[in-house]
């Protein structure tokens, strides 16, 4: 075994990397057919850095700057150079190929810069979204066994440098905590002298990693599932297949020198593929936010002249809303995309087209696939919400029956494709679970789907007991310290769609007999106190007499789903819970 693997811990080792791979002929396949290539996102950012260096590659809008420096412009050499720095400021601090690299922060052109650095190097980009506090971070560290880990000092009021101060002790693999901000006040590495002032490429020469696009290179962290992390591994072809795949001249496409913008955080696979990836596969720029605020957001498609923009629809209805209050004309925007991991209603996709005189398009997709469906936009289905659309070129989609539910038409829904992650690891489970262990190469969503009529699917269940919206919440978890409270005898959460939010998280509640039943503000007091995320709280609260449990005892969320989607908050409960 290599010396350095075996003394680095557990989590993402050479060792690890190696054992997940596509059959040769498979990989052959998908490369035939263009879906696959040999080159990465590192090469289509030194050729357009050649040809047009002052092309911009990020604009990036930081809220908390002065008022005149808020918008941040990258240029293709300027990236291409600080890329070649921060490689070598990571292969400075001891990360050399296939070590993980954990980073944890806002939508900052230096997110984007730490991600292609860590490609450069052959390193494994292991991003964290910035809302998840100590308790998923810890477990996104340990499964990983990321090596250093990247955070702001202080971001949006959470002390993320002191939380991972804490940590570090029960963290031996972790070699190095670097911190943008104040650096000192914890003893973290700091990022502003190391990676931004220090010229080490000047001095260092990190090796070239082997060429192999097909390789991990990107650990998603997916925090929703038994209250544990768990993690997708891409590698540069499974991510590029999503953008390869795309040939309607009126949807995303390929068009070159596109300028795209993306809502979600940074951190995640759908702003990854967003705004960092398809840009440079078409040299492009990728516009984003650091603070949400749709106001924002709309003057950006304006004075970007964003050509493509994605989110949740939770987003999109604040956009309109925005967008009623104030009229903008984003005069080059010529796509909306909607949806990913929730569905979006059918009046919103009009009134949005209206709203900004512009196509509207959703689509289905998960970290473990990206991009997995896409709408055409021109069906009433469509129009009315009621498709998720085709799959995209190459995805295979097989939905299967659901065990006990014979003759129904809705089933498991998996996928099989150039886009499929290479391996899927769940927190406690000894290895990765690779994609093509079995040679099929099928793997399950957690989604429950059934046939469109016209080709595609609806997405009619997400993940089990996964709920939310821009952020997927940890049921088991929020369950377990809801039961923590005095007042809670028996908890569960589900969704629930706010007319105005979206997807948000619902608590349904069985008051304890000895103490008066549990107030919404409070339940959420006690969950943020230990450690819940603002975005994972729940926003409406329903108090029950008994919660619904199957035959062997496990609370029924989908009935209970139901249950509360026909009724209003506030109202009487005038009839008991049946679970239909």
Request: include cysteine; charge should be negative; aromatic fraction near 6%.
């Given at each position: 075994?290599?010396?350095?693997?075996?003394?680095?811990?557990?989590?993402?080792?050479?060792?690890?990397?190696?054992?997940?791979?596509?059959?040769?002929?498979?990989?052959?396949?998908?490369r035939?057919?263009?879906?696959?290539?040999?080159?990465?996102?590192?090469?289509?950012?030194?050729?357009?850095?050649?040809?047009?260096?002052?092309?911009?590659?990020?604009?990036?809008?930081?809220?908390?700057?002065?008022?005149?420096?808020?918008?941040?412009?990258?240029?293709?050499?300027?990236?291409?150079?600080?890329?070649?720095?921060?490689?070598?400021?990571?292969?400075?601090?001891?990360?050399?190929?296939?070590?993980?690299?954990?980073?944890?922060l806002p939508?900052?052109?230096?997110?984007?810069?730490?991600?292609?650095?860590?490609?450069?190097?052959?390193?494994?980009?292991?991003?964290?979204?910035?809302?998840?506090?100590?308790?998923?971070?810890?477990?996104?560290?340990?499964?990983?066994?990321?090596?250093?880990?990247?955070?702001?000092?202080?971001?949006?009021?959470?002390?993320?440098?002191?939380?991972?101060?804490?940590?570090?002790?029960?963290?031996?693999?972790?070699?190095?905590?670097?911190?943008?901000?104040?650096?000192?006040?914890?003893?973290?590495?700091?990022?502003?002298t190391?990676?931004?002032?220090?010229?080490?490429?000047?001095?260092?020469?990190?090796?070239?990693?082997?060429?192999?696009?097909?390789?991990?290179?990107?650990?998603?962290?997916?925090?929703?599932?038994?209250?544990?992390?768990?993690?997708v591994?891409h590698?540069?072809?499974?991510?590029?297949a999503?953008?390869?795949?795309?040939?309607?001249?009126?949807?995303?496409?390929?068009r070159?020198?596109?300028?795209?913008?993306?809502?979600?955080?940074?951190?995640?696979?759908?702003?990854?593929?967003?705004?960092?990836y398809?840009?440079?596969?078409?040299?492009?720029?990728?516009?984003?936010?650091?603070?949400?605020?749709?106001?924002?957001?709309?003057?950006?498609?304006?004075?970007?002249?964003?050509?493509?923009?994605?989110?949740?629809?939770?987003?999109?209805?604040?956009?309109?809303?925005?967008?009623?209050?104030?009229?903008?004309t984003?005069?080059?925007?010529?796509?909306?995309?909607s949806?990913?991991?929730?569905?979006?209603?059918?009046?919103?996709?009009?009134?949005?087209?209206?709203?900004?005189?512009?196509?509207?398009?959703?689509?289905?997709?998960?970290?473990?696939?990206?991009?997995?469906?896409?709408?055409?936009g021109?069906?009433?289905?469509?129009?009315?919400?009621?498709?998720?659309?085709?799959?995209?070129?190459?995805?295979?989609?097989?939905?299967?029956?659901?065990?006990?539910?014979?003759?129904?038409?809705?089933?498991?829904?998996?996928?099989?494709?150039?886009?499929?992650?290479?391996?899927?690891?769940?927190h406690?489970?000894?290895?990765?679970?690779?994609?093509?262990?079995d040679?099929?190469?099928?793997?399950?969503?957690?989604?429950?789907?059934?046939?469109?009529?016209?080709?595609?699917?609806?997405?009619?269940?997400?993940?089990?007991?996964?709920?939310?919206?821009?952020?997927?919440?940890?049921?088991?978890?929020?369950?377990?310290?809801?039961?923590?409270?005095?007042?809670?005898?028996?908890?569960?959460?589900?969704?629930?769609?706010?007319?105005?939010?979206?997807?948000?998280?619902c608590?349904?509640?069985?008051?304890?007999?000895?103490?008066?039943?549990?107030?919404?503000?409070?339940?959420?007091?006690?969950?943020?106190?230990?450690?819940?995320?603002?975005?994972?709280?729940?926003?409406?609260?329903?108090l029950?007499?008994?919660?619904?449990?199957?035959?062997?005892?496990?609370?029924?969320?989908?009935?209970?789903?139901?249950?509360?989607?026909?009724?209003?908050?506030?109202?009487?409960?005038?009839?008991?819970?049946?679970?239909?």
């Amino acid at each position: 075994m290599n010396p350095r693997a075996a003394a680095a811990g557990p989590g993402l080792t050479p060792a690890v990397l190696d054992a997940v791979t596509v059959p040769p002929h498979v990989a052959e396949g998908y490369r035939a057919e263009g879906w696959w290539r040999t080159e990465t996102f590192l090469h289509d950012l030194l050729r357009t850095a050649a040809r047009a260096p002052e092309r911009p590659a990020v604009i990036a809008h930081r809220l908390h700057r002065p008022a005149g420096r808020r918008v941040q412009t990258v240029g293709y050499a300027q990236l291409a150079a600080y890329v070649e720095r921060f490689a070598a400021a990571l292969y400075a601090l001891g990360v050399r190929e296939g070590d993980p690299v954990a980073y944890q922060l806002p939508n900052w052109w230096e997110t984007t810069a730490l991600t292609l650095a860590c490609l450069r190097l052959g390193a494994v980009a292991a991003p964290v979204l910035p809302t998840v506090r100590t308790h998923e971070l810890a477990q996104t560290l340990r499964l990983t066994g990321a090596r250093v880990c990247v955070v702001p000092d202080v971001w949006e009021g959470h002390p993320h440098a002191e939380a991972l101060a804490d940590l570090a002790a029960d963290l031996p693999w972790l070699r190095h905590r670097v911190v943008l901000g104040d650096a000192a006040a914890t003893g973290a590495v700091d990022f502003t002298t190391h990676f931004l002032r220090t010229p080490h490429e000047r001095a260092l020469r990190p090796p070239q990693p082997r060429a192999d696009a097909d390789r991990p290179a990107l650990a998603v962290s997916v925090m929703n599932v038994d209250a544990a992390a768990s993690c997708v591994l891409h590698t540069p072809n499974t991510l590029y297949a999503n953008i390869s795949a795309q040939h309607d001249p009126t949807g995303p496409g390929r068009r070159p020198g596109e300028v795209f913008y993306s809502a979600l955080p940074l951190t995640s696979l759908a702003s990854l593929l967003y705004t960092v990836y398809w840009p440079l596969a078409v040299g492009g720029t990728g516009v984003c936010q650091d603070v949400w605020d749709p106001d924002v957001c709309l003057d950006l498609l304006d004075t970007a002249a964003v050509d493509q923009a994605y989110a949740a629809p939770v987003y999109w209805t604040e956009v309109l809303a925005a967008q009623r209050r104030r009229p903008r004309t984003p005069h080059r925007l010529r796509l909306v995309l909607s949806g990913g991991r929730t569905g979006t209603p059918g009046p919103l996709l009009d009134d949005l087209g209206r709203a900004l005189d512009t196509s509207v398009r959703t689509l289905w997709g998960a970290p473990e696939v990206g991009m997995g469906t896409l709408t055409k936009g021109d069906t009433p289905a469509e129009r009315e919400g009621r498709s998720d659309g085709l799959p995209l070129d190459g995805l295979q989609i097989s939905v299967l029956p659901r065990p006990g539910h014979a003759g129904a038409k809705a089933g498991a829904l998996r996928v099989r494709g150039p886009s499929v992650c290479l391996a899927r690891w769940h927190h406690g489970e000894p290895t990765p679970v690779a994609t093509w262990a079995d040679g099929d190469g099928w793997l399950g969503t957690g989604d429950t789907a059934l046939g469109d009529g016209l080709g595609g699917i609806r997405v009619t269940e997400r993940a089990g007991t996964r709920t939310g919206s821009i952020f997927m919440a940890p049921v088991d978890r929020i369950e377990r310290e809801l039961l923590e409270h005095p007042a809670v005898a028996e908890a569960a959460v589900v969704a629930h769609t706010d007319p105005d939010l979206g997807e948000r998280t619902c608590a349904v509640v069985v008051p304890a007999s000895d103490q008066p039943p549990p107030a919404l503000l409070e339940l959420r007091e006690h969950l943020a106190g230990g450690g819940t995320g603002e975005a994972f709280l729940p926003t409406r609260l329903e108090l029950v007499s008994a919660l619904p449990r199957d035959e062997h005892g496990a609370v029924r969320h989908e009935g209970l789903r139901r249950w509360i989607s026909r009724l209003l908050p506030g109202q009487p409960r005038t009839t008991p819970f049946t679970g239909t």
